[in-house]
């Protein structure tokens, strides 16, 4: 992807124009320069950054932390390593709940399925 316009950018990330606008003024997400106009235009670590970004939220990281590590990448220095530790951490505390909520949901299917498997052959 070249320069391309923040409704490009929202496009190839599979996101809205909106979500962009939003992580643009949060600070998430700057555009690599603007028209004469004043329109932002956006490159290849835009979107890199951008796919990041909804990720992390997507894996339950919110807006306010993304936005303090964002702004702590940007700056350097050892905030953003433990920005990023911080946010690691969390994802795993994620991924072990999610692994119990799949053991529970595995659980359920077996004992449904033998449900029906005795309804069935009762009838």
Known sequence: MDICTISKLANEAGVSVYVVRDYVLRGLLRP???????YGLYDDQAL??????????????GLDELTRLCHALDDGGSDAVEFLERVRARIAVRCAALST??????????????????????A
């Open 32 to 38: 690599a320069r603007r028209t004469e106009s004043g």
């Open 48 to 61: 890199e950054r951008l796919r990041f970004v909804r990720s992390l939220f997507e894996a339950g990281v």
């Open 101 to 122: 909520l799949d053991g529970r949901l595995e659980r359920m299917i077996s004992a449904v399925g033998a449900d029906a498997a005795r309804e069935c052959s009762h």
